[in-house]
Structures are given as structure tokens and as C-alpha cells.
């Protein structure tokens, strides 16, 4: 489909505008240009060429936070009853503990994987365990009446969207909107703001390697003068470390027919996500200490009034 040389808005329904009527009255009175507050209420702004189906649209509209009915996996569901058996047991084996935190302890260490073992437990819980798991393993799965939350057209709409490689789909930045991008506008805005000489550079190469080198050298210096704990050092060094990757959301309360992107790179599970958490750690209580700083949107109306 060719993109429409129309200058109206686009279509709040997630088709591209277009000019004149198509003898569908529903469909034509949101062709129209929509007014600012209709512009607002919108949930689902097509500014690709792609022509949205009815049931696409509906899809959509539901949100990107939207989870369809997953179907029943037993081997998942047997390990989630394992973590959920294991919390059972780690609270009972320390609830008489009455250890605290040192006042110099940050807290900060590696998720333990520690099980309590079967002897220091009392026999109730092992028999309830035992008994919430030949009930699950005696689960037939076509016996089990599933209630879902989406239709079969709505999945295969859903995995359509998904496998179209000719769309980005992304929140906006704000107004809590779904956006559908053509994939070259996408890419477009992202090599425009990354060609930002003030903001990034281009390297020659990963420095991941050199990086985790000087973290790891900054950790046991510090361990060594007893600036951190074994545990904390053990903590702020990532040794699977995966890659930030850059994205954008498209600003569509700046420009609704064409939003500048807002940059974001994801740094989870990187290797400067721990030495972050651990800066923030002792950052926090400073800056909450400062005359500009804002908590939530509670405390702005509070300082309003």
C-alpha cells in the first residue's frame, strides 16, 4: 500500500489516513482528523503503511502489558512448586533468627540458592509438599478445563504482528499509547540521534573485555583494603554480562504524524548493572537530602499546595 499524500492525523484505529470516504460510516467517522482531546483518548496510533485489520486493532488495543492464557506446562509448573516449597522452607528454617545487617552492610550480595535440607524441617510440611505434588503429576492436561482470554482469531492476529518484520510496535513515551512504526522510520530516528557526536561516539571495538579488567581490579583492590565485604565484591562482579542494547519510544505528544524518539539503552544484566545498584546504594540518601529532589508525583502536589 502506498503511503496516503493526506496531511489529517493518522487513524487512531491503526489505518494509514485516507483521503475521501470508503461507504463505512464507523470506519469513516474515525478517518476524520481528530480533535486534541480525541487525539489523547486514542490507544492505538498507526504512522506505518501498513493497513490494520479489525482484529489487529483489537488485539492492540488491549495493550502491550496484555498476556494471553498460557498453556499448561507441567515441567514449568513443577519448578515453580519447587521455588514456591523452597520459600516455605526458608521461612521456617530461619524464623528464629535474630541476626541484623552490620550498619555497614549494604546488603547488596548474590541471590543464594540455598534449600534448607530435609532433616531440619518439621514432617508436616515434607507430607504437604509430597501431597501438592502427586496431585499436579496426576493432572491430565485434557482433562483440565482452561478458561482463555483471547480468542483464536486474536492469537493468529497477534502472531501475525509478531512475524511482520515491516513494523516496530513500541509504547509511546507518554500518554500510554500503542505506536506501529514502519521499520525504516524506526531506523531512521535511531541513526539520527545516534549520530549525536555530544551524546556518542562510534568504537572500533567491544570494550566489554577492558571493562570487566578494570572492574575487576577496582573489586579486589577494594576487598583488599577491607573497603567491601566478600560477599559485596562476589556481588559487583557480573561474570555473564550481556550487552546494553539501544532502543527508542516514539514522542507522540511532541509530533503525532512524525515523533522524535526518545533514546533509552538497556543496561540490565550488564556488566555495569551491579557497580549502578552499588553507586545508588550510597547516592540515594544524598540526594533525597537536596532541596530539588522530587520523591513521586504525590510529593509534587503535596510542595503545590
Known sequence: MERSESTSEPSTVG???????????????????????EQQASLVLNLSQRALSEIEVRVLEKGLGYVP????????????????????????????????LEEDDTGLRNKSSFNPPV??????????????LKDINACNQSDLRIFHNTSKEELIALRV????????IKPSDKGGATVIWDVNDYRRECRRLLSDNRNYRHLDQDPSTGLAQSIRV??????????????EAQFLICTEPRIPYFYILPKVHKHLTNPPGRPIVSGVGSLLEPVSKFGDFFLRPLVQKTNTYLKDRKDVLQLLR
Not at 519447587?82 to 516455605?88: A, D, V
Open 69 to 100: 492464557t498460557p498453556s499448561l506446562d507441567l515441567f514449568k509448573l513443577n519448578y515453580e512448586m519447587h521455588e514456591f516449597f523452597r520459600k516455605i522452607r526458608l521461612k521456617i528454617f530461619f524464623k528464629d533468627r535474630t541476626e541484623r
Open 15 to 37: 489505518r494509514p489516513p485516507t483521503r475521501g470516504t470508503t461507504g463505512n460510516e464507523e470506519y469513516d467517522s474515525v478517518q476524520r482528523e481528530p480533535t486534541g482531546s
Open 218 to 231: 577496582m573489586v579486589d583492590h577494594s576487598l583488599n583494603n577491607d573497603w567491601i565485604s566478600q560477599k
Open 119 to 132: 532433616n531440619t524441617l518439621p514432617p508436616e510440611v515434607i507430607t504437604f509438599e509430597n501431597a501438592v
Open 161 to 168: 504482528l509478531g512475524n511482520d518484520s515491516s513494523i516496530v
